[in-house]
C-alpha cells in the first residue's frame, strides 16, 4: 500500500461524497448565477481537507478503543500501516490546508474557519460523555452547506440554516444506525450512544424520528429557496430512500448495516445535488 493510498483509506476517503455535494448545494443556493471555477475549486479543498483532519484525528483519539473492538482492530492506525506521528502531520497539513483555503474563499469564510475546526476537532471526544453525539457529529456535517454557502454569498440566510439542520438531523440518524452494531462494545467500555444507553429497540425509534425531523427540515429549506417542482419531486425521492434504509436495518447483519450506511445515504446526497441544481436553474 503505498503511502497516498493507506491514508486516504484510514480516513474513508470515498465518504466524502455524504459532505461534499453539501457543500455544493449551499455553494449553489448562495450564488447569483454561476459560482466561479475559483469557487468550485476553494470549496473543494476547503471541505475534502476539513474531512481529512476529523477522520485522521477521530482515529487517533479513539485509537485505544479501536484496538479492543473487533470491528475496527484492522484498522491502518491500529495494524501499523499508518504510524501515529504520521497521523498526526497528516492531521496538521489538512488543518493547514482548510485555512489556506478558508482565506482565499472570502473574509466571512477565513473569520468563521475557527468555529468549523472547533466542531471538527471536538466531535471525537463526544461518545466520552454524552449520548448526544449524533447530534453532535451532525452539526459538524451540517457545517458543508453553511460553508457552501458563505463562499459564494458571503453571508448566511435562514433557508441554509434549514437545509444544514436537515443535515443535522440525516446524519445523527444514520450514525445512530451505524452504532448499533457497536452497542454491546460502547456499553462494555462505558462510551455514550444512543443504542448503548436506550438499547437498539428504542434506538431504531429514535432514529425514525431524527429522520423525519429532518425530512421536515428539508421541505422548508426547498420552499425557503423557492425551487420548482424538482425540488419536492427530489424531496419524495429522498423520502423513499430513507424509508428503505430503515426496511434494510437489521441490528445483527454487518453487511445490511453498511449498505444501509454507504450505499442509500450516498444515493440521498447525490438525489439532493442535482435536486436543488435542478431546482434553481431549470425552473
Known amino acids: 500500500m503505498n503511502s497516498l493510498t493507506k491514508f486516504l483509506s484510514m480516513i474513508k476517503f470515498e465518504h466524502t461524497i455524504f459532505a461534499l455535494p453539501f457543500a455544493y448545494v ?71 490546508i ?57 453571508s448566511l440566510s435562514k433557508p441554509i440554516w434549514m437545509l444544514a439542520l436537515f443535515v443535522t438531523f440525516w446524519i445523527a440518524g444514520f450514525d445512530i444506525l451505524y452504532s448499533i452494531q457497536d452497542a454491546t462494545f460502547d456499553k462494555e467500555h462505558k462510551l455514550y450512544s444512543i443504542p448503548a444507553n436506550f438499547g437498539v429497540n428504542n434506538a431504531l425509534h429514535i432514529a425514525k424520528l431524527f429522520h423525519l425531523t429532518g425530512f421536515i427540515f428539508l421541505i422548508l429549506s426547498i420552499h425557503l429557496f423557492r425551487l420548482n417542482l424538482a425540488g419536492y419531486i427530489g424531496a419524495l425521492v429522498v423520502a423513499i430512500l ?29 438525489v439532493l445535488f442535482f435536486t436543488f441544481l435542478v431546482g434553481k436553474y431549470y425552473g
Open 98 to 154: 482548510f485555512e489556506i483555503s478558508t482565506y482565499f474563499i472570502n473574509d466571512l469564510a477565513f473569520k468563521l474557519s475557527p468555529i468549523a475546526l472547533f466542531f471538527i476537532l471536538t466531535y471525537s471526544y463526544t461518545k466520552r460523555f454524552t449520548w448526544l453525539c449524533h447530534l453532535y457529529l451532525g452539526a459538524t456535517d451540517a457545517i458543508a452547506p453553511l460553508g457552501g454557502y458563505v463562499a459564494s454569498a458571503n
Open 242 to 270: 430513507l424509508f428503505i434504509e430503515h426496511i434494510l436495518i437489521e441490528p445483527d447483519d454487518e453487511k445490511k448495516i453498511n449498505l444501509a450506511f454507504f450505499n442509500i445515504n450516498s444515493y440521498i446526497s447525490v
Open 26 to 96: 449551499g455553494m449553489i443556493m448562495g450564488s447569483i448565477g454561476i459560482p466561479s471555477i475559483k469557487t468550485i475549486i476553494l470549496v473543494t479543498i476547503a471541505m475534502a481537507s476539513a474531512r481529512a483532519a476529523a477522520m485522521a484525528l477521530n482515529r487517533i483519539v479513539d485509537r485505544k478503543f479501536d484496538a479492543l473492538n473487533e470491528r475496527t482492530k484492522n484498522r491502518e492506525l491500529i495494524s501499523g500501516k499508518v504510524k501515529l506521528q504520521e497521523a498526526y502531520i497528516f492531521t496538521a497539513l489538512s488543518i493547514f
